[in-house]
């Protein structure tokens, strides 16, 4: 059980605390990046219930249309909709790259739990897979989520909605397209490098987008 527990987190503490550190000048209190941690944590089981009454009910008759609503929209967007009515009008919520911060810390708090949750009913064995592809890709989500609010905060009124709606809706467009590549079944594996590799590519320029802003905005 330890074991399982401590291979589900790992990964996604690991890529946390990359991303937490990379805020050079103001960390953010753990306090409040664990509080986004255990919100994002909290997500997943009324959204497997969701998922689960969706199946069931087959309320959708293709299964991609059931994996762009029912996985890509639902989780980002409730993931999104914490990190916006939790922590957008946060007062430690004062730099760009914080928005990445916590984007990171919500969406990664939802993968751990739903990796040690699928460890537990698979297996330990399939860790290293999880921690490449679910996790990660989870994690880079939150990037992208976090940029685009960060840049829909610290911009013109005319600019907000605009960025806002990005960081709502890229997010979930990715996921959808990384659960559809999932279901090629044969063919996938030789289409998921690519676009895992393009994901890391993105998300880590606008990570290095926002943190060049925030120098910026502390040396001027």
Not at 10 to 26: I, N, T, V
Not at 114 to 139: D, K, M, Q, T
Not at 168 to 184: E, G
Request: glycine share 6%; charged share 15%; proline share 3%.
């Amino acid at each position: 059980m330890i074991a399982i527990i401590s291979a589900g987190i790992a990964p996604g503490l690991a890529l946390l605390s990359y991303f937490y550190l990379k805020d050079q000048y103001e960390t953010e209190p753990v306090t409040l990046v664990l509080r986004s941690f255990i919100f994002g944590a909290l997500l997943v089981f009324p959204i497997m219930f969701i998922q689960y009454i969706l199946e069931i009910e087959a309320v959708f008759a293709s299964q991609f249309l059931y994996t762009f609503v029912a996985v890509g929209f639902l989780e980002e967007f409730f993931k999104w909709f914490v990190l916006f009515f939790t922590i957008y009008q946060h007062v430690q919520f004062n730099e760009h790259y914080d928005g990445i911060v916590y984007g990171v810390s919500v969406s990664l708090g939802f993968a751990s739990l739903e990796n040690i949750l699928y460890l537990f009913a698979n297996g330990v064995e399939y860790a290293l897979g999880r921690a490449i592809l679910p996790v990660s890709s989870h994690a880079l989500f939150g990037v992208i989520m976090g940029y685009y609010l960060g840049k829909g905060k610290f911009t013109t009124s005319e600019q907000r909605t605009k960025w806002i709606l990005f960081s709502c809706t890229i997010p979930i467009l990715l996921h959808s397209i990384y659960d559809s590549i999932l279901l090629s079944y044969l063919n996938w594996k030789y289409i998921m490098v690519p676009f895992m590799l393009f994901l890391w590519w993105f998300a880590l320029h606008k990570a290095k987008k926002a943190r060049i802003k925030m120098i910026d905005s502390k040396l001027h």
